[in-house]
């Protein structure tokens, strides 16, 4: 009891355990599948701002080189046609606002501001070069004190960059930074958002780090890169009620996912699962019971009964299980599987002692099932017995209607099987369709030995029944003896009796049966 009560509890363990486990590696999975969709959303976002950027900074570079590389020595600096060169050349620039003339870093003219005074402030010293290519990050106009923005100059040509060149970038989504620098990394041409924490190192593309994305992406002929980053990437960063919806939803399909894999163990661990897993294994096994002349106590046969162990140590009784493969419609199936066992397992002692048999437990469904005869017949041929050293025990109980067994049973007997009637008098037996069958005897059921020596009424019926047994000219079966009171009970009444019972041997696996 207390074994199955331990085992009870650890069942009721497993299946929490399990339902546990799925709930926790749920919740965990969305949350981190959640987190690996949003990741993956930032990082889109990311890449596709800085490639814009990108693709941006490059035109700007692109038009700054053709302006500044222009033949611009065809006109006389400042003069008319100069100043009409550049309002042209201004105006077919998409990323340009200014063209002029500078000497040194003092301006002279330009499309724009026309012809400049002389006493005009110089631009300070560039702050950056590239080559012959000097560069201004948002300075003052000294044209107007005003205007402020980025200026290029080869030789005595300067452009500027115009304010609309990148206005689309000055606002960038959520958490995003980002900056156009030279290659090297040493001068930023322009930056955006959250831009001040970018660490640029050149040589690196993706780089993911403690919910921080950077990415970069430079273009050789400028030697410009750009480098965005965005600080607050994945599922953590946004509100909380969305990763608190995914643990939720998590939560929740672990546990449906948790108590279907409960019901499936439970549908595992149910017993006609069970018993088809076992058919199909053929992990039955079968002990022998002895089968005696009760007056001498000579060996003259052995019951083969069917015994179902379970994983656990324990066995499922063939009074569970028997009916269970009955209703389920397996009986034929355990049957073959038991004729199998037992001719394999006493098919020595079988062929050593033609005098020998073995008596097998069979159902009114074996009989109807017409190849039967055709596995017994196969069976005994394969091991080398004969089929008289086959007895079939037909219960009373199963066999009602004996109108539809008659036929089956008459062919397996006339090929040499022979019949027991088990647990006779248990059941309505019409005495005279009984005389028509093939028995070659009865198995006078145990209620009956029980009752030999008591007071019981029942013991009185001992007696007709042996004599039905003598006007049927059939042999008499004693099962359930236990006491030698009781062998001598039945002895009293059929001498030559053939008795079976613990008094005479217990079933045993095949490997412990007496040889004697
Ligand atoms: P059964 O065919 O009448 O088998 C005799 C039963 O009585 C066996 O129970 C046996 O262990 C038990 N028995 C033997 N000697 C004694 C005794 O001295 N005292 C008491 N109290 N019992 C004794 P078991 O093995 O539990 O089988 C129960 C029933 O299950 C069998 O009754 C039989 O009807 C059925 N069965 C067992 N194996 C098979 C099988 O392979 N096929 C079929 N169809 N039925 C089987
Ligand atoms: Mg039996
Ligand atoms: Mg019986």
């Known amino acids: 009891m207390i074994g199955r009560d331990w085992v009870g509890t650890f069942k009721q363990w497993l299946e929490f355990s399990l339902v546990a486990f799925a709930v926790l590696f749920f919740a965990m999975a969305f949350l981190f599948l959640g987190n690996v969709v949003m990741l993956q959303g930032d990082r889109q976002d990311l890449e596709s701002y800085s490639n814009d950027l990108f693709a941006r900074a490059v035109a700007v570079a692109a038009e700054t080189e053709k302006i500044l590389d222009s033949d611009w020595s065809t006109e006389a600096p400042c003069s008319e046609d100069d100043l009409d060169r550049m309002r042209y050349v201004i105006f077919y620039s998409r990323m340009l606002r200014d063209v002029g003339r500078l000497e040194v870093n003092r301006l002279l003219c330009s499309a724009g501001w026309g012809a400049l005074p002389d006493e005009l402030q110089a631009l300070p010293p560039s702050q950056y070069h590239i080559g012959a290519v000097r560069f201004w990050s948002k300075i003052i106009n000294p044209a107007h004190p005003q205007v402020i923005s980025d200026i290029a100059a080869k030789g005595d040509i300067f452009v500027a960059t115009s304010p609309a060149a990148f206005d689309r970038f000055i606002s960038p989504p959520s958490g995003i930074g980002a900056k156009v620098v030279t290659s090297d990394g040493q001068y930023v041409f322009e930056k955006f958002g959250e831009a001040d924490a970018i660490n640029y190192v050149p040589a690196e593309q993706w780089r993911d780090q403690g919910g921080t ?40 399909f672990g546990l449906f996912a948790g108590l279907v894999g409960v019901i499936q163990l439970r549908h595992q661990q149910s017993l006609p699962v069970k018993l088809r897993k076992m058919l199909r294994k053929k992990s ?100 080398g017995v004969l089929p008289a050293q086959v007895v079939l025990e037909i219960t009373e109980r199963t066999t009602s209607d004996y109108s539809q067994l008659d036929g089956a049973m008459r062919s397996l007997s006339q090929k040499g099987f022979r019949f027991y009637m088990d647990d006779f008098g248990t059941g309505y ?72 019972g613990w008094l005479l041997g217990r079933p045993v696996p095949a490997a412990m049966f007496p040889a004697n």
């Open 429 to 500: 037996s019409n005495l005279g369709s009984l005389a028509q069958l093939p028995l070659d005897a009865i198995k006078v059921d145990k209620v009956f030995v029980k009752a030999i020596g008591t007071d019981s009424p029942v013991a009185e019926i001992f007696g007709p029944i042996s004599k039905i047994a003598q006007d049927l000219r059939v042999n008499i079966v004693a099962e359930g003896i236990e006491t030698a009171e009781q062998s001598s009970g039945v002895l009293q009444w059929v001498p030559d009796a053939i008795g079976q």
């Open 284 to 383: 039955l096994m079968l002990h022998y019971q002895p089968l005696r002349v009760l007056s001498s106590g000579k060996l003259v046969g052995a019951e083969a009964l069917a015994r179902w162990p379970l994983h656990n140590g324990s066995w499922v009784s063939p009074d569970t299980f028997i009916p269970l493969a009955e209703e389920l419609g397996l009986m034929s199936e355990l049957t073959r599987l038991v004729v199998e066992k037992a001719l394999a397992e006493m098919g020595a002692r079988l062929r050593e002692d033609p005098g020998f048999y073995i008596s097998i437990n069979i159902t009114a469904a074996d009989l109807l099932d017409h190849d039967f005869g055709k596995v017994l017949d196969a069976s005994v041929k394969h091991h």
């Open 213 to 252: 994305l950077r990415f970069v992406r430079c273009d050789e002929k400028y030697a410009l890169c750009v480098v965005s980053q965005k600080t607050d990437g994945g599922l953590f960063s946004r509100e909380i009620v969305l990763p608190v919806v995914l643990a939720l939803a998590g939560t929740l």
